[in-house]
């Protein structure tokens, strides 16, 4: 029998390079999937064509042997043969299809993991929770493979919806059914995510190092001083933590008090600020996401931001009451524009 599975991408509200400091995240699933179908085969290989790369990943799973960089597919069935969920020796036939841009700021690796687990799991009678399901795809994507990443990707891709996603200790709360009026405008410049992320972690780290603290969590963020930090770099790397966090506590204030009937010039002036301190403090916009930004803005939007690690990638637009505008004045600018129509978890397809 032929199993079906899909995942959504994801975006960031608030929270940019929050969760792999520990610091707390509101994200969206959006409606762009990434699919799975297949079934059970013959023999101990697994094959998976993945027709928008135009290639086929065959492996025969091992637990002892290293693993080639980046090699999810493989990381995931090692995940759950080691926890019991998949036996040692098994055969697959498989195809992945997707929706999400690649190497866009929307998570298309990240739904590839969870949308894969989902499926493998689901394949062989054993059904995961959201939290199991973040759970391993952080272990398949980020630890197998020392990345410097967090689990807000999977957390909000195998939850869906709108949530605030917390990591000391690790929680998920929804917040949102839905969110009105979002863009996604795609620069269609690639990015290098790893690097970025890496670079962001170190500068932080260094910050804290000066400060003689172990941990972000132990700074005092009402009376946080900038200046005590000496190395230029780890002193905006840590000063955008401290303001991103405080923006996306007050977000959270407003989305926990008025649900779907929240201040939309709040929320707004919200991204806005967001955005700013990511463009000016951690150099991860591009002037041609500014030139997207200048022009949603100009068109009615109330507040927009880079979405993703940044330099290169997607940029979001809030534009209620002016959708059709904004979403040409992005196109004039040469960007590429989804719908962000947020949209349930991973889940399995009847």
């Known amino acids: 029998m032929v199993l079906k599975a899909s995942a959504p991408g ?17 994200p969206a699933a959006i409606d762009l999937q990434i699919e799975v179908s297949g079934q059970k085969a013959q023999g101990s290989r697994i094959s998976i064509i993945l027709d928008d790369l135009g290639y086929v990943e065959s492996f025969t799973p ?18 759950l043969q080691r926890e019991g969920i ?13 929706g999400i841009p690649i190497q866009a700021g929307l998570s298309s690796s990240s739904a590839l993991v969870v ?20 759970e391993f795809a952080y272990q398949a994507e980020v630890v197998e493979f020392n990345e410097p990443g967090g689990m807000q990707d999977h957390m909000v891709i195998a939850h869906g919806f709108v949530n605030y996603e917390e990591f000391n200790p690790v929680r998920c709360t929804k917040l949102l059914d839905s969110f009105p009026s ?28 000066e400060l003689g603290s172990n941990s972000i969590m132990d700074i005092d963020k009402s009376k946080f001083n900038p200046e005590e930090i000496r190395d230029v770099y780890a002193r905006s790397c840590l000063t955008a933590a401290v303001q991103n966090f405080n923006i ?6 407003e989305f926990k008090t008025n649900k779907g009937n929240f201040n939309h010039q709040v929320i707004g002036d919200l991204i806005n600020s967001h955005h700013t301190s990511l463009k000016d403090l951690l150099h991860i916009s591009t002037p041609k996401i500014e030139k997207m930004i200048k022009a949603a803005k100009e068109a009615g939007a ?14 979001i637009a809030f534009c209620p009451g002016c959708e059709k505008e904004v979403q040409q004045a992005m196109e004039l600018s040469g960007g590429v524009v989804y719908s962000g129509h947020v949209v349930p978890g991973a889940r399995i397809k009847k």
Not at 13 to 26: M, R, S
Not at 64 to 75: G, H, K, M
């Open 248 to 253: 996306t506590k007050s977000a959270y204030s």
């Open 86 to 98: 998949l036996p040692h020796k098994i055969g697959i036939n498989a195809q992945i299809q997707s």
């Open 62 to 79: 091992t637990m002892d042997n290293p693993l080639p960089e980046r090699a999810y597919l493989q990381s995931s069935v090692r995940i």
């Open 302 to 315: 109330l507040g927009c931001k880079i979405t993703g690690s940044g330099n290169g990638g997607c940029m």
């Open 182 to 209: 979002l863009l996604i405008g795609d620069s269609q410049e690639k990015k290098d995510t790893l690097t970025t992320l890496a670079m962001i972690k170190q500068g932080v780290n260094n910050a804290l190092h």
């Open 10 to 26: 994801r975006i960031v509200l608030f929270g940019e390079h929050q969760d792999y400091l520990g610091l707390p995240v509101i």
């Open 115 to 134: 949308v894969w687990l989902k499926f493998l799991s689901e394949l062989f009678d054993h059904s995961l929770s959201p939290m199991e399901l973040t």
